[in-house]
């Protein structure tokens, strides 16, 4: 591969967020004259869709509110960032932010004619919504432990942020058949989930060259599909152009007449893997004539770094009454903030910028697959003094491990016009029946369990240890909210699976059914044994079984 273009520079450990486009002041500004125009009836409801969607601005269920979707490349969150975002949701809509299983922050409840002011007061703090949703190439996602983790082959932050770089200036940015995602994770935990994306990267090392496995067409949603393996390997510079040439195949080869086979994976899947791999061998090179930059490479592969952790969180460790990761920088460590599904007030969120700015030594916080906040480069003496200062705003019991902290949920029908269920409700109800009923706390925290709203799998359902996805149950009294099932998921390279659908569960009946399952678990498993294990140990029928005893609970009167 010829090297004769300028290299994009990329810095290890980065501290500053992606330099935006220089044009992207004028796109709102073009908005705002759109959301004029609807204001004062001349442009329609319709033509006004075609504008906002792909700016990241969605309508909410109840008419005449929205949500603003802003990008948080590679999760990488700056002190300024923050509190430009803190400030904002102080003025505009309902207070309360949501961080998503994409490491984005929406804004909720906000008035068509707010959502202009929104986009001008994000630019001054790097940050945009351009993206955030319609047919274009979304948030780039990463491991929230990246340069940190004592996994890592490398830290893989620097080129989440030179993808976006490049991706986030293209003028067919929202010219494609549907969305296009990227991940990159730093071993083979997959903690970004790189396996189940559009496109992913896994760092390896070769001959002491820091470089990627490569993984295409995979994705969650109704339909969900592990990607294949389309490069065993390439040097890290390499990586714009992949993500380009993978790019410019979707644009030509997705389907733009059936919306819901719009997806890469639908078109992974329809032409196979090998076909698509000699495409995208054959495209690659003329991404690279067409000038397309390679990354300069300056993250450097790491002297033998632990061995891979089928799950991250078995590196978590209570210190001080706070879950944190020893970082592989010895005396340092990053600390968990648990978010209730991913809310936080914006006070709250400004109160955690100060605290990053005193405490982290790179001022930043990461947002998480999760749906929490990382406060890294802590100071393992300053724990103390950092809990109290936690405990003051957020009480002490919000900051421990709790069966609160092992759920994921999408915001679903509460705000989401296509949600069937409301996902946070019933996640918190399981919650609060796992706290009560007297569980073996150990045997708690190696689920993670998944609600999505609806099939589309915003709450990341099919890859939960336990996943339930939204449905309607029809009943002698009408349609009654319900939850299909999805038990055995495994995340990892060369292992990620997702969950068998083993039956559906009323919404009221989901509390006593997870603590039948968690008890079920805690008393039958042999030791050290995961949940995907004895899944498989057990058989789906048992599994049936157990589900079918909750199926027909009575309706709540």
């Known amino acids: 591969m010829s090297h004769a273009h300028t290299p994009l520079s990329v810095r290890a450990c980065p501290a500053v967020p992606v330099c935006l486009p220089d044009d992207l002041s004028e796109d709102v500004e073009q908005y705002a004259r759109n959301v004029a125009s609807f204001c004062n009836g001349t442009l329609t409801a319709d033509e006004l869709k075609s504008h906002r969607v792909a700016r990241g601005i969605y309508e909410q269920r109840h008419d005449g509110t929205f949500i603003l979707r802003v990008r948080v490349p590679g999760g990488v ?47 001054p703090a790097g940050l945009t919504a351009k993206g955030g949703g319609g047919n274009t190439s979304r948030n780039v996602a990463a491991c929230p432990y990246a340069g940190v983790c004592p996994a890592e082959r490398f830290d893989v932050t620097p080129y989440a942020l030179a993808v976006t770089a490049h991706l986030i200036r293209l003028p067919a940015f929202a ?20 396996c189940v994306t559009d496109l992913g990267f896994i760092a390896q090392v070769r001959d002491g060259v820091p470089g990627f496995c490569v993984y295409a067409g995979g994705g969650m949603g109704a339909v969900s599909r592990v990607g294949d393996r389309i490069e065993e390997w390439v040097p890290a510079e390499d990586v714009v152009r992949i993500a380009e040439t993978v790019r410019q195949l979707f ?36 991404t690279t004539d067409a000038g397309v930059p390679l990354c300069e490479t300056q993250s450097e592969p790491l002297p033998a770094p632990i061995a891979a952790p089928d799950d991250l969180r078995r590196l978590l460790t209570d210190v001080a009454a706070l879950t944190v990761l020893r970082q592989r920088q010895a005396g340092w460590v990053a600390v968990l903030i648990p978010l209730p599904f991913g809310e936080i007030d914006w006070r709250h969120l400004d109160v955690l910028a100060g605290l990053a700015e005193r405490f982290s030594a790179e001022k930043s916080l990461r947002t998480t697959q999760g749906q929490n906040l990382l406060l890294r480069f802590v100071r393992e003496t300053d724990l103390p003094e950092l809990r109290r200062e936690l405990e003051h705003v957020f009480g002490l019991e919000s900051l421990r491990r709790t069966p609160r902290h092992v759920f994921t949920a999408c915001t679903g029908a509460a705000t989401c016009r296509i949600g069937l269920c409301c996902s946070p409700d019933a996640a918190g109800a399981c919650a609060e029946a796992l706290a009560q009923a007297g569980l073996d706390p150990d045997a708690v925290q190696v689920f993670d369990i998944h609600f999505s709203g609806c099939p589309n799998a915003c709450g990341q359902h099919p890859i939960g240890t336990i996943g339930f996805s939204g449905a309607m149950r029809t009943t002698d009294e009408g349609s009654r909210p319900a939850y299909r099932v999805l038990l055995g998921a495994r995340r990892g390279e060369g292992r990620t699976r997702f969950g068998t659908p083993v039956g559906v569960v009323p919404d009221h009946a989901l509390p006593a059914f997870l603590v039948e399952l968690l008890r079920d678990f805690s008393a039958g498993r042999q030791v050290t044994e995961t949940p995907a294990n004895y899944f498989d140990r057990m058989g789906v029928a048992y599994f049936q079984t157990l589900v079918a005893r909750h199926t027909s609970a009575p309706d709540k009167a």
């Open 77 to 123: 969150l700056s002190v300024a960032q923050a509190r430009a975002v803190a400030g904002i949701s102080a003025k505009h809509g309902s207070g309360v932010l949501h961080f998503t299983t994409r490491q984005n922050i929406q804004f909720h409840g906000l008035w068509v004619n707010e959502t202009p002011e929104v986009m001008r007061e994000l630019l």
């Open 175 to 194: 010219d494609l058949p549907r969305k296009y995602k990227i991940a990159f994770s730093g071993c083979s935990a997959d903690c970004a989930l790189a």
């Open 251 to 286: 644009h030509r080869v997705g389907d733009r007449q059936n919306r819901q086979r719009a997806r890469l994976r639908f078109a992974v899947e329809k032409m196979g893997v090998e076909a698509f791999r000699a495409l995208y061998r054959e495209t690659l090179p003329r």
